[in-house]
């Protein structure tokens, strides 16, 4: 990345971190926080245990992954829709990350944070369930969502 860039990415970032809140601990907090929960979730629990081996790898990771998300650092340089395409996920499954996150932040976060991150965990979350439905071959049609057979 050259210098100029590299510049405008550290004021973009400060820029986010003066307006909301979020830094590199809020963010670290919030990951593990909202992991505790998934961890312990029956619908979402049973899907990570079965793929996730190093936790502290994967935790690490995804405080990058939301540094790069909610603050562009530009940290995270991994394939998330690769990753989460073939699992055996649907619309309710998203909605329960969606409602747990959402949880994490109220009790992590002001609600500007909160707010910032939690726009992005839409979009994200939308853009998942896309991803998992062409996988699987469906495509569903505007304001649909997906829905696995025998889910």
Known sequence: MSDA?????TA??????????IDEDL????V??????????EVLGPVFDARIHDWPVHLDRMVDFWSSVALMTG??????MQKHAPLP?????????????EETLAETCAPVAAEHLMERARRIAQSLELG??????NLPGRGERYHRVGS
């Open 132 to 137: 998992v439905a062409l996988h699987h071959g």
């Open 89 to 101: 996920v649907d619309s309710v499954h998203f909605d329960r990350w969606l409602r747990l996150f």
């Open 32 to 41: 593990h926080a909202f992991y505790d929960r998934v961890r312990q979730d």
């Open 27 to 30: 963010l670290r907090r919030v």
């Open 12 to 21: 973009l970032t400060a820029e986010i971190v003066a307006r909301t809140g």
């Open 5 to 9: 860039n590299s510049n405008a990415r």
């Open 75 to 80: 940290r995270y340089h991994g394939t998330p």
